[in-house]
């Protein structure tokens, strides 16, 4: 996999003046989804204004059920509290898990920060056991810099 080239690909979609920024995100998901293999489910979480939880903002894959998130549950809450990269390689392994899907076997989580202020979070579900590596992580920390770019050019 070519994460080189998929970051130019997903950098110029956010740029993409003419869309919203909700439409880039989400194009931003689908590109993700269909271009890596082991990227089953592609989608981003933010805070949901002051409350202690988290909202599914974009995403790629199968619907979800589980659209809002509480801090602390689930790997995607434990995120928001720890803000630390989350990489799971069995989901089963994993008390404080929340399925989604019952295909899914490993996960990875990275925060997003926006001036060093945990903001949301990526989220990847894969149907592959033990499917991410670092470089999945120093991926996805580039394309959420990227994303947190764009959010604070589009605040100003
Ligand atoms: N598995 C996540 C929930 C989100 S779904 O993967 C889309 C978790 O444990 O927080």
Same mark, same amino acid.
């Given at each position: 996999m070519d994460f080189k080239l998929l970051e130019q690909e997903a950098l110029s979609i956010l740029n $993409?003046?003419?869309? #919203?920024i909700d439409q880039r995100m989400e194009l931003v998901c689908q590109l993700l989804q269909e271009k890596v /293999?082991?990227?089953?489910w592609v989608g981003f979480y933010f805070k @949901?204004?002051? $409350?202690?939880e988290l909202k599914l903002s974009a995403y790629a894959g199968e619907p979800t059920e589980h659209t809002i998130i509480p801090f602390g549950k689930g790997i995607c809450g434990q995120v928001a509290e720890s803000n630390q990269n989350f990489v799971v390689p069995d989901v089963q392994a994993q008390d404080n898990y929340i399925s989604? =899907? #019952? @295909?899914?076997k490993s996960e990875v989580v990275i925060p997003l920060f926006v001036n060093g202020e945990n903001i949301g979070q990526i989220d990847i579900d894969s @149907?592959? /056991? @033990? /499917?991410? =590596?670092e470089a999945d992580e120093r991926f996805l920390e580039k394309i959420n810099a990227a994303v947190a770019d764009i959010l604070m050019r589009n605040k100003a």
């Amino acid at each position: 996999m070519d994460f080189k080239l998929l970051e130019q690909e997903a950098l110029s979609i956010l740029n $993409k003046e003419e869309l #919203i920024i909700d439409q880039r995100m989400e194009l931003v998901c689908q590109l993700l989804q269909e271009k890596v /293999a082991h990227y089953d489910w592609v989608g981003f979480y933010f805070k @949901n204004g002051e $409350k202690p939880e988290l909202k599914l903002s974009a995403y790629a894959g199968e619907p979800t059920e589980h659209t809002i998130i509480p801090f602390g549950k689930g790997i995607c809450g434990q995120v928001a509290e720890s803000n630390q990269n989350f990489v799971v390689p069995d989901v089963q392994a994993q008390d404080n898990y929340i399925s989604c =899907n #019952i @295909n899914v076997k490993s996960e990875v989580v990275i925060p997003l920060f926006v001036n060093g202020e945990n903001i949301g979070q990526i989220d990847i579900d894969s @149907n592959t /056991a @033990n /499917a991410f =590596n670092e470089a999945d992580e120093r991926f996805l920390e580039k394309i959420n810099a990227a994303v947190a770019d764009i959010l604070m050019r589009n605040k100003a």
